[in-house]
């Protein structure tokens, strides 16, 4: 009998298991701040496992937090807001200075070089369901250079 009910909440796990986006997430940082500073960008490399995208982004350290988009337009470099980025299976996405990034709004905190600041990244599937990857950026120097940690 006890294997037969340890089958059975094994399949019954397995069955309200969300099929979530796996997503690997590499290298997180954040730029560090100086004391009165009330917004900062975090990068990162995200690859899904499956077509996904990333649709929301909170931390504690920060009042907001919002995927952006830099690119060149009209020989002009514009940023805005993007409502979701696009995770195509097996393709690295780079969140770095100058390209996608995320944006900290309303830091509740300096951020000093060595600090780890806790993200939870919202990722969607195709069939919409969602899950919560829980990741911690390490802060690194105000003047770390465009391309650390690449």
Do not use: C
């Not at 905190?109 to 919560?132: F, I, M, N, T």
Request: glycine share 6%.
């Amino acid at each position: 009998m006890k294997t037969i009910v340890s089958v059975m909440l094994g399949a019954t796990l397995l069955a309200a298991a969300p099929a979530w986006s796996q997503v690997t997430v590499d290298q997180p940082w954040v730029r560090g701040t100086v004391a009165a500073q009330k917004v900062t960008g975090a990068f990162m490399t995200l690859t899904a496992a499956k077509n996904s995208r990333l649709v929301a982004v909170s931390s504690p350290v920060a009042g907001a937090v919002e995927v952006h988009e830099m690119k060149m337009v009209d020989d002009v470099m514009r940023m805005r807001q993007v409502p979701a980025l696009e995770l195509p299976a097996g393709q690295p996405v780079a969140l770095t200075p100058g390209g996608y990034h995320l944006m900290l709004f309303q830091l509740k905190q300096q951020l000093k070089d060595g600090d780890k600041v806790p993200l939870v990244l919202e990722v969607e599937d195709a069939a919409k369901v969602r899950s919560s990857i829980k990741v911690e950026a390490l802060v690194k120097p105000l003047n770390a250079a465009a391309h650390a940690g690449h």
